[in-house]
């Protein structure tokens, strides 16, 4: 499967944005997809994940109550609500896909060209 994540920018703290992941080929439906990022000198972490289904999702501490990871099996697109952006969350955002249908924040094996989102003070 190929991804491209789209939808960064530049927003104030406090404000919203959503990312979305288009995924190309026909196994997206049937694998887990997760977020991540990396900021400027730092190593990539884990963000969200999300199962084939869409009904089991979690959470990395930092995003948790603020973020929402969903998905659209009829369009082969993943999104990423995100909301009361701090300027910590200012990295590059990255969709990734699994190789099996169950949720988690390890073991990824196709990923897209990230997005940056600059969350100004």
């Known amino acids: 499967v190929q991804l491209q994540a789209s939808g960064g920018g530049l927003v104030q703290a406090g404000g919203s944005l959503r990312l979305s992941c288009a995924a190309s080929?026909?196994?997206?439906?049937?694998?887990?997809m997760g977020w991540f990022r990396q900021a400027p000198g730092k190593e990539r972490e884990f963000v969200a994940t999300?199962?084939?289904?869409?009904?089991?999702?979690d959470y990395a501490d930092s995003v948790k109550g603020r973020f929402t990871i969903s998905r659209d099996n009829a369009k082969n697109t993943l999104y990423l609500q995100m909301d009361s952006l701090k300027p910590e969350d200012t990295a590059v955002y990255y969709c990734?896909?699994?190789?099996?249908?169950?949720?988690?924040?390890?073991?990824?094996?196709?990923w897209g060209r990230g997005t940056l989102v600059t969350v100004s003070s």
């Open positions: 080929g026909r196994t997206f439906s049937s694998r887990a």
């Open positions: 990734a896909a699994k190789g099996t249908a169950v949720s988690g924040r390890y073991n990824y094996d196709s």
């Open positions: 999300i199962n084939w289904s869409g009904l089991s999702t």
